[in-house]
Nanobody, 125 residues
Framework: DVQLQASGGGLVQAGGSLRLSCAVSGLRFDDYVIGWFRRAPGKEREAVGCISSSDGEEFYKDSMKGRFTMSTDYSKTTVYLQMNKLRPEDTADYYC??????????????????WGQGTQVTVSS
């Protein structure tokens, strides 16, 4: 049974940091790709980034590059999204998702197979 559990969201002031976690069970890290998406209030869900054993990490917006990083723990059962220098526009529900039908990163929701529940990030100005 595949499960993804996102956590680590909260309220932070602009310029602060948060580390989101995505606990993955039922999959081996080498057999899947983890993506992060977010949905800001009143907006559609958008791709944040992706990490895979073949591609490493990839971010889809220039505004995230240099501020966000992704990593895994030693056991490769948890994927982290480290967000630094947070801005009010980063406020959103963040979702982690796993893709097993392809082992390359993708920015498209439909290419992901399993989704966790969102974790809310609020950045105050």
């Amino acid at each position: 049974d595949v499960q993804l559990q996102a956590s680590g969201g909260g309220l932070v002031q602009a310029g602060g940091s948060l580390r989101l976690s995505c606990a993955v069970s039922g999959l081996r890290f080498d057999d899947y790709v983890i993506g992060w998406f977010r949905r800001a209030p009143g907006k559609e869900r958008e791709a944040v980034g992706c990490i895979s054993s073949s591609d490493g990490e990839e971010f889809y917006k220039d505004s995230m590059k240099g501020r966000f990083t992704m990593s895994t723990d030693y056991s490769k059962t948890t994927v982290y999204l480290q967000m630094n220098k947070l801005r009010p526009e980063d406020t959103a529900d963040y979702y982690c998702t796993a893709r097993i039908t392809g082992l390359t990163c993708s920015r498209y929701e439909f290419e992901y197979d399993y989704w966790g529940q969102g974790t809310q990030v609020t950045v105050s100005s």
